[in-house]
Nanobody
Framework: EVQLVESGGGLVQAGGSLRLSCAAS????????IGWFRQAPGKEREFVAF????????VYAASVKGRFTISRDNAKNSVYLQMNNLKPKDTAIYYC????????????????WGQGTQVTVSS
């Protein structure tokens, strides 16, 4: 059974940090790029970042570039999203997703999705 399980969300004050984790199982993790997306209430799901199977050349949305860092540990079948200098506009449910390719900023390209973890940033 394919599973992607996000963790690490929570409530943090503006300017604070959180580290999200995405643990994968049930598929060949090394073959997949992993992306992070988020969805705020009343808004569409939006791209945050993705990382290729090799871990090289991560891509970020302009809104998070310089504040968020995506990384992966293939030995642990895990991907991480370090989020620094959080802002209230970062409040959303954060999802990780797997794509058997080089990664994409389009949600429709992804094959597997987690259930999400809530991040709330207070002002």
């Amino acid at each position: 059974e394919v599973q992607l399980v996000e963790s690490g969300g929570g409530l943090v004050q503006a300017g604070g940090s959180l580290r999200l984790s995405c643990a994968a199982s049930g598929f060949t993790f090394d073959d997949y790029a992993i992306g992070w997306f988020r969805q705020a209430p009343g808004k569409e799901r939006e791209f945050v970042a993705f990382i290729k199977w090799s871990g090289g050349s991560p891509v970020y949305a302009a809104s998070v570039k310089g504040r968020f860092t995506i990384s992966r540990d293939n030995a642990k079948n895990s991907v991480y999203l370090q989020m620094n200098n959080l802002k209230p506009k970062d409040t959303a449910i954060y999802y990780c997703a797997a794509e058997v390719g080089y990664g994409s900023s389009w949600a429709g390209d992804y094959d597997y999705w987690g259930q999400g973890t809530q991040v709330t940033v207070s002002s």
